[in-house]
């Protein structure tokens, strides 16, 4: 869509269509997640082609990372949703009885979806799945800088969704302002804290209620009786996954000095096993969006600490080599901001409880690492907080559909994903219903029977 259907009041089309009812019937939801998938399924090749084009993402990690994703959380959505619609009923406080109580889950209306460039693809299907199955309408923003993704989403929504229901606007963020103005029933959001805070502003001026995925440093804790092979070789995959432009990537590594020299052997074995000598002749590797995003991320790696792996930077290919950093301060410039990158900081402690005050001092990260025994696990789950968490594993705990997930604090608030999409957006409506064949006085002014009604409640 362009900039002339935002002035004519095509967002506000969409709510002519949520008032008629359709979405409400959980038969037309279910028809239209098929649908969707079987577009989906249809196009897998052109999905393939345009997240190469965009960020030259290989086949297996697009279907990894993507295309699986999505599917998967569409078969999810389809196998549940008549149980999750269905609400449920609750117990009703002594003094109301006889009445009935029940939570009805009930869609916003019109919600707004914007979406960054890293996962273009599941970025913006994995909450649209969510809304449509609670039965909203829907706008979507995807990012400008995954142009040849965006075609395939506008050719894909344009198959299955009318207009009415579903609309893509496409632009800058000029058009995120324009779409901003517009008052929405629910926004939802994923990309930085930054512009979060914008969004957030944004949505004040109407007080609609907002999900912010954001992101931040993710650290990742290497404790002394870890294995440290295994360790290095999940910590590598989770961080050199589409290049480290992953919110959950780990963002730094904390761990005892005597075992620095071995581990930093361990992911450089990783790397090698994933990309091959030269990453960057590996069609595995996937590289960073932008030119700008490459020079940001050279200038962050020659800032902080030393070199020790990879290094490599070809700007005109968007090029960075996954690489390793030691002897980095806790001030430097890569520990200021979220690094986005292949780009890997390794800092030293002492005692276990030092790296949990290095991580409690920072910012509630979205994710956190551990690596090491059970008991000590539980230590650090126990004195930190994040949004989410994984043992002795990095990341996978975003592709667990029973799972909620979401930050905490600036690394974002709400949580999705499989059933906790569907409630993020629904109006959990509580609703209580009272039968007339029995009147109870007792709630009832004078309130001659205080003593009563005090033991009732």
């Known amino acids: ?44 090749e052109s999905i393939n ?26 078969d999810y959505h389809v196998k549940h949703l008549r149980r999750w619609a269905r609400g449920k009923r609750v117990p009703t406080s002594l003094p109301f009885l006889p009445s009935r109580s029940r939570i009805v889950y009930e869609p916003y209306g019109v919600v707004l979806i914007i979406a960054p460039w890293n996962y273009p693809f599941q970025l913006i299907m994995a909450p649209l799945i969510g809304a449509i199955s609670a039965g909203n309408c829907a706008v979507l923003k995807p990012s400008p800088f995954a142009p040849a993704t965006t075609k395939v989403l506008g050719e894909i929504v344009a198959a299955v969704f009318d207009p009415g229901h579903v609309a893509m606007f496409e632009g800058d963020g000029e058009m995120v302002n324009r779409l901003l103005e517009k008052r929405f029933d629910y926004i939802f959001f994923t990309g930085g804290p930054r512009f979060g805070r914008q969004v957030m502003e944004a949505a004040s001026r109407h007080l609609t209620p907002v999900t912010l995925e954001l992101g931040g440093k993710s650290p990742c804790i290497v404790d002394r009786d870890a294995n440290l092979e295994i360790a290095a070789r999940r910590v590598a995959w989770g961080k050199f996954l589409n290049a480290g432009q992953t919110c959950v990537a780990p963002d730094y590594v904390l761990i005892p000095a005597e075992h620095e020299a071995a581990f930093v052997e361990a992911v450089k074995r990783a790397i090698q096993l ?22 940001r991320l050279m200038k962050l790696m020659h800032s902080s600490g030393q070199v020790v792996v990879g290094g490599e930077v070809d700007v005109e290919d968007k090029y960075i080599a996954p690489t390793v950093l030691t002897g980095v301060e806790p001030d430097s410039p890569i520990m200021r901001e979220e690094i986005f990158g292949p780009v890997l900081p390794i800092l030293n402690y002492k005692e276990l409880d030092e790296a949990i005050d290095f991580v409690n001092k920072r910012e509630k990260p979205l994710a956190l690492y551990y690596f090491g025994p059970s008991a000590s696990a539980e230590k650090v789950l126990k004195h930190t907080t994040s949004g989410g968490a994984c043992i002795n594993d990095t990341i996978i705990h975003v592709g667990n559909f029973h799972l909620p997930f979401g930050g905490v604090g600036t690394s974002g608030m709400g949580k999705y994903h499989g059933k906790a999409s569907f ?32 033991k009732f409640m």
Do not use: C
Request: positive net charge.
């Open 1 to 44: 869509m362009t900039e002339s259907n935002t002035r004519h009041g095509y967002a506000e089309s969409l709510q002519v269509f949520y008032r008629q009812g359709i979405t409400r019937d959980i038969s037309w939801r279910l028809a239209k997640l098929r649908e969707l998938k079987k577009a989906i399924l249809s196009r897998v």
């Open 49 to 74: 082609k345009a997240l190469w084009e965009d960020l030259r993402k290989s086949e297996g990690e697009a279907y990894l990372t993507e295309i699986g994703v999505v599917i998967g959380e569409i």
């Open 274 to 295: 994933f990309y091959g000598e030269n990453p960057a002749e590996s069609p595995n590797y996937t590289r960073i969006i932008h030119q700008e995003g490459t020079k």
């Open 423 to 454: 409630e993020l957006f629904s109006n959990l409506k509580s609703v209580v219903i009272s039968p007339t064949f029995i009147d109870n006085h007792f709630r009832y002014a004078p309130y001659k029977h205080l003593k009563l009604i005090k």
